[in-house]
């Protein structure tokens, strides 16, 4: 099974702050990973998928990067709907797999 | 526009079986692949399974023994059956679609999800 691990596993940021999140795989999933989005009592949203590729209709402030085990997702400049949780997760392998979560808090 | 709607019942006793059918508008279910994704309260995402129209499936290692994911092409229609089931599965289970993107390789993500229902197991 491929473990994904996310850091920090919660985030303290104001309106306009850059924040990154990172995720890292047990294995190299290439760039077979995506990140989503989930607001309290929401089902997640897809915000980047094969690691760099922007959703249609997500704003261009939120950005991915990475290949092999480590990947991160940036948001360069917070606004305040973008005060969610945000979880990576691979299909590199047909056992797909989430990493724990990041909790993004206004400071 | 692609819709997916989780129903079944709320709630289910212990060592029962569990059972969710997850159904499409707006997109023939013959077309994708299609995934169970479940969270317990205050806790992270579990990816459950994945089906595709023609009956293959995945299943999450830890789960494997006790779900079964089938689709029923006839009604566009998904389902989630996951047998002896504890208070660990309490949860709100959500299904979603595989929305799939071809560049020089094929990538996978969930790009439409329900809404999630709420299944908790009573003692």
């Known amino acids: 099974d491929i473990q994904m691990t996310q850091s920090p596993s919660s985030l303290s940021a104001s309106v306009g702050d850059r924040v990154s999140i990172a995720c890292r795989a047990s294995q190299s999933i290439d760039n077979y990973l995506n990140w989503y989005q989930q607001k309290p009592g929401k089902a997640p949203q897809v915000v980047i998928y094969a690691a760099s590729s922007l959703q249609s209709g997500v704003p261009s402030r939120f950005s991915g990067s990475g290949s092999g085990t480590d990947f991160t997702l940036t948001i360069s400049s917070l606004q305040p709907e973008d005060f969610a949780t945000y979880y990576c997760q691979q299909s590199y392998s047909t056992l797909y797999s989430f990493g724990q979560g990041t909790k993004l808090e206004i400071k | 526009q692609v819709q997916l709607q989780e129903s079944g019942p709320g709630l289910v006793k212990a060592s029962e079986t569990l059972s969710l059918t997850c159904t499409v508008s707006?997109?023939?279910?013959?077309?994708?692949?299609?995934?169970?994704?479940?969270?317990?309260?205050?806790?992270?995402?579990?990816?459950?399974?994945?089906?595709?129209?023609?009956?293959?499936?995945?299943?999450?290692?830890?789960?494997?023994?006790?779900?079964?994911?089938?689709?029923?092409?006839?009604?566009?229609?998904?389902?989630?059956?996951?047998?002896?089931?504890?208070?660990?599965?309490?949860?709100?289970?959500?299904?979603?679609?595989?929305?799939?993107?071809?560049?020089?390789?094929?990538?996978?993500?969930?790009?439409?999800?329900?809404?999630?229902?709420?299944?908790?197991?009573?003692?």
Not at chain 2, 50 to 60: E, P
């Open chain 2, 26 to 123: 707006g997109a023939s279910i013959s077309s994708y692949y299609w995934s169970w994704v479940r969270q317990p309260p205050g806790k992270g995402l579990e990816w459950i399974g994945n089906i595709f129209y023609s009956g293959s499936t995945n299943y999450s290692p830890s789960l494997k023994s006790r779900v079964i994911i089938s689709v029923d092409t006839s009604r566009n229609q998904f389902s989630l059956r996951l047998t002896s089931v504890t208070a660990a599965d309490t949860a709100v289970y959500y299904c979603a679609r595989l929305n799939k993107v071809t560049t020089d390789y094929l990538y996978y993500y969930m790009d439409v999800w329900g809404k999630g229902t709420t299944v908790t197991v009573s003692s």
